[in-house]
């Protein structure tokens, strides 16, 4: 008689098993949120799913037109903007609103990332930063109601610990956080404002330290990872990669990342079974095995994964 695989012992104490994993989905970048084939998967997703918040790049890029510049004058326009969260309100969702990338007319230089050219550099003037923020902020309490944007996330930037997605310092990543943080609670306070949004679990304790000393609310710490992260080549031979790496790794440094973040809500806002792509085993059954171990061992540690 073979034995079984696993045991199950049915009398034993229950544990909660928060579904971390339906917190957040990730997209693409904000214009898609725009066309009629995104919106309809997006629905099926919320129906079939139940996820309640989806995070995307770009939505202060050019392609939405949130501030250009005209005959020397910014001009501000949520128009685009506004077209994509009411369709997810209507749906019964909500925006993770992360703050990227740089709009053209506050850049300071023309570092870009993606097909979509997605503007990396700080702000040319931190005035004007904080005017955006301002104004976004001011704007979607006035045309969606202090209590529904209190329940969003704002996440500023994105992977800033990469040259690929921030061509500032570590520093002038906390100063961009630093007037961020400050102008968006100076529209209300009880917004929810975090980050930093690095790859691999990096800077989480430099930034909080960073809070600390600063006196900032974070009202969330945010991070990603992908368990090909330490072998990571430009080649990027991810078979190689995964095959070199140890199992059960995003748990462990999911378990350190909770210990970093002390008390506060840890948000994973990406994640994968490898950081390539176009790596063909990410749409075959190996990686939805890897989906489900990896969220139900992050569940205990995280309040979205």
Not at 8 to 33: D, F, I, K, N, Y
Not at 114 to 132: C, H, I, K, M
Not at 217 to 223: E, I, R
Not at 243 to 260: D, F, P, S
Request: proline fraction near 6%.
């Amino acid at each position: 008689m073979t034995e079984p695989l696993f045991r199950c012992r049915l009398s034993a104490p229950a544990a909660p098993l928060p579904h971390v994993w339906e917190h957040t989905v990730g997209s693409c970048h904000a214009p898609l949120a725009l066309r009629a084939d995104w919106q309809n998967h997006l629905r099926r997703c919320r129906e079939e799913l139940g996820f309640q918040y989806v995070r995307f790049h770009g939505l202060l890029s050019d392609g939405l037109g949130t501030l250009v510049r005209h005959r020397d004058q910014f001009v501000y326009s949520f128009f685009n903007a506004d077209r994509i969260v009411d369709f997810l309100l209507s749906i019964g969702m909500r925006p993770f609103v992360e703050l990227s990338f740089m709009p053209a007319a506050l850049a300071s230089g023309n570092t870009t990332v993606f097909s979509y050219r997605g503007n990396v550099t700080p702000p040319a003037d931190y005035r004007q930063w904080v005017e955006l923020m301002r104004r976004l902020a001011a704007h979607w309490t006035a045309r969606y109601g202090v209590d529904e944007v209190r329940r969003w996330y704002f996440e500023v930037w994105n992977e800033p610990n990469l040259p690929a997605f921030w061509a500032g310092t570590q520093e002038q990543y906390f100063e961009l956080y630093r007037h961020t943080v400050l102008a968006i609670k100076d529209v209300d306070a009880a917004f929810r404002v975090g980050g930093p949004a690095t790859a691999a679990n990096a800077w989480l304790s430099d930034f909080l330290d960073f809070c600390v000393l600063h006196d900032l609310p974070a009202d969330f710490v945010s991070t990603h990872h992908y368990p090909n992260d330490p072998l990571w080549s430009a080649a990027q031979d991810t078979e190689s990669e995964l095959a070199g790496g140890r199992r059960g790794i995003l748990r462990e440094w999911t378990r350190e990342a909770r210990r970093q973040a002390g008390g506060r809500p840890l948000l994973y806002t990406e994640w994968n079974a490898s950081s390539n792509p176009r790596y063909p085993r990410q749409d075959e059954p190996y990686a939805a095995a890897f989906a489900v171990k990896s969220a139900l061992e992050a569940s205990e540690f995280v309040e979205a994964y």
